[in-house]
């Protein structure tokens, strides 16, 4: 069985307001039973995870957006989720609250500030995935698994490190362990994302295609422009943030 201090939480931050408002402001994390290791300043974020990896020792590291708010109870029901997690499927690396399977259907559960909505659907048990939306990533640290240096910027690293897994023989999960995302619009797919779809499209070439939550990575990036075009009208993305994260969890009924 896990204890709390087998887990420890990361996060990537460039606005410590939102940092404060949401995943710092979790129940476990204001408390101090999950220790935070924020990062600033990070050039990318396979490197900032992987040196954070480094830094601590603990068993089960949580890397989350400093949007995300874990509700009150969080840590209790990962402690059972995971250690039930490692009892049925003992190959187990990564995990997550939301992902894709290998033939593009969606599987998690998630509160999502800019859909307004609850992503997925309660009562599923864990489900292997092909990717994993990066809002929270669960890496168990004795499967080895590391995210990979060579990846520039900040997207896609979580379907990069779920093929690794997958590619090294390991397990990746979808596990119903809600939390909120209080996330802005992305106004853009273009520029970082766009050069880190042509890096994955390479890297990954032998397994395509490979679902993702924003779109497939295909020999030909199609989906890549229905996505971009999908979002043509979306405008700057907003400063502040949508909505309060405590307040969503509420009416979510995550606590
Ligand atoms: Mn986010």
């Known amino acids: 069985m896990l204890k709390p201090e087998d887990f420890c939480l990361v996060a990537a931050v ?3 307001g939102i940092l404060s408002q949401c995943l710092a402001r979790s129940p476990d994390v204001a408390s101090g039973r999950i220790r935070l290791d924020a990062i600033r300043g990070a050039s990318s974020m396979s490197q900032a995870y992987n040196d954070a990896l480094d830094r601590c020792d603990a068993q089960i590291v949580l890397f989350a957006h400093q949007d995300v708010y874990l509700p009150a109870g969080w840590l209790d029901r990962a402690i059972e989720a995971l250690s039930k997690l490692a ?3 003992p190959g187990w690396a ?8 290998a033939d593009g259907r969606h599987v998690g559960r998630v509160w999502d500030a800019t859909m307004c909505r ?4 309660a009562g599923f048990a864990p489900t292997l995935v092909g990717s994993l939306d990066e809002l929270l990533l669960i890496l168990r640290r004795v499967s080895g698994v590391r995210f990979d240096s060579m990846l520039l910027d900040f997207h896609l690293y979580g379907t990069d490190i779920v093929q690794m897994a997958l590619a090294q023989g390991h397990g990746a999960y979808a596990v119903e362990l809600p939390v909120v995302h209080n996330n802005r619009p992305v106004g853009t797919l273009r520029s970082g994302y766009a050069r880190a779809y042509a890096h994955a499209r390479r890297k990954w070439r032998a397994q395509l295609p490979i679902w993702t939550s924003i779109c497939a990575l295909s020999r030909w990036p199609f ?4 996505a971009q075009w999908r979002r043509r009208r979306v405008s700057q993305r907003p400063d502040a943030l949508l909505a309060d994260a405590r307040e969503l969890a509420r009416h979510a009924g995550y606590e």
Do not use: F, I, K
């Not at 990564?94 to 399977?101: D, E, I, K, Q, S």
């Not at 609850?118 to 659907?121: K, T």
């Open 118 to 121: 609850e992503l997925g659907d």
């Open 223 to 226: 989906a890549l422009w229905r």
């Open 14 to 16: 460039n606005d410590d």
């Open 87 to 89: 009892a049925s499927h």
């Open 94 to 101: 990564v995990a997550g609250p939301y992902g894709v399977m």
